[in-house]
């Protein structure tokens, strides 16, 4: 009988900086983030400051039974319109298929939204099937018309991708 693992959040410190880092990077590197571009630690340093530091962005990183290293990240970005973030979320490629994204994007939300309503989005590559499956395991709709003005932190691409929203029932 496989035992079940336990999957824990933590906010994110400055202290998992690195961790943060090589996990985004892992992401890029699989081609499922906006750019296969991998990010040095001097840019890194420059977003943590403009974004987490100054309350723009919040992070929560995932973390398996009592592993002192995480596994993976969901972040919520402010977008220009009230109460609206964005969702990147990103786990290191061992950790694909055991459910562990869908655990931690859950624990995320319901975290986050703790806070009072909000509507959150995300957008998801077309070639990501894990990703689209796990936003709609936690209740995400996929966003099917042309003529809706689309928030997001990078030019939306209807053709390569998803829009898909959660409105939260605080």
Known sequence: MKRQMKIKIRKFNISYKLDLLKIFNSGRKTGFFGSKKIVKLKDHNIFLKKKVLTKKTTVYLGFIDNNIKPFGFVRFDKLPKKDWFEMPVAIYPRFYNRGFGTKLMNLAIKRFNKAGKKTIIAVVKKNNHR????????????????KRKYYSINKFNIK???YLYLKSNN
């Open 160 to 162: 390569k991708e998803y």
């Open 131 to 146: 990703s689209l499956k796990a936003f709609i395991k936690n209740k995400f709709k996929l966003l099917k018309t042309k």
